[in-house]
């Protein structure tokens, strides 16, 4: 593999494990608050003290006039993760882990295929072509299979 991109594809192996983690332990939040939605909040909240205490730490201080130039749309990134955190922790004890995750899999892919075919929020343009549309095909078979077990 490629040194270049081996450690991205390690991080994202390792993200990856953790979001099955996530939904959970967010369900167990869940079930104990009585809310998917407070379960949300309390991982955020969680999740923006570790982010805090690494920014610290990290050094990295941009002044405003970095973010000034930016659309809307580039403030509103942690509102799909918290839609994503409460529908899991929500969908996880009805469903099943494995499902919640080939399903939310199956969705990222459509988006991903739709956003980079149009060149979305600054992504480059990468058209769906039958190679695209047959891997996401594989993955929906896939969620069928995990699904149906």
């Known amino acids: 593999m490629n040194p270049a991109i081996a450690l991205p594809m390690l991080l994202v192996l ?61 403030w509103i990134g942690g509102l799909y993760g918290a839609i994503y955190v409460a529908v899991a922790a929500f969908a996880a004890p009805r469903i099943g882990l494995a499902s919640l995750i080939t399903v939310g899999i199956a969705g990222q892919i459509a988006m991903a295929m739709w956003l980079d075919h149009v060149g979305a929020l600054g992504l480059p343009r990468d058209p769906i072509s039958l190679g695209r549309v047959a891997g996401a095909t594989l993955v929906v078979v896939g969620v069928v299979l995990v699904r149906r077990g």
Not at 31 to 39: E, F, I, M, T, Y
Not at 43 to 56: E, H, N, P, Q, R
């Open 14 to 74: 390792f993200a990856g494990g953790m979001i099955a983690l996530q939904a959970p332990t967010n369900a167990m939040l869940a079930r104990a608050g009585g809310s998917p939605v407070l379960a949300a909040l309390i991982s955020f909240a969680v999740g923006t003290a570790a982010l805090l205490v690494v920014w610290l730490v990290s050094g990295s201080r941009p002044g405003t006039a970095a973010f000034a130039g930016l659309r809307w749309y580039a």
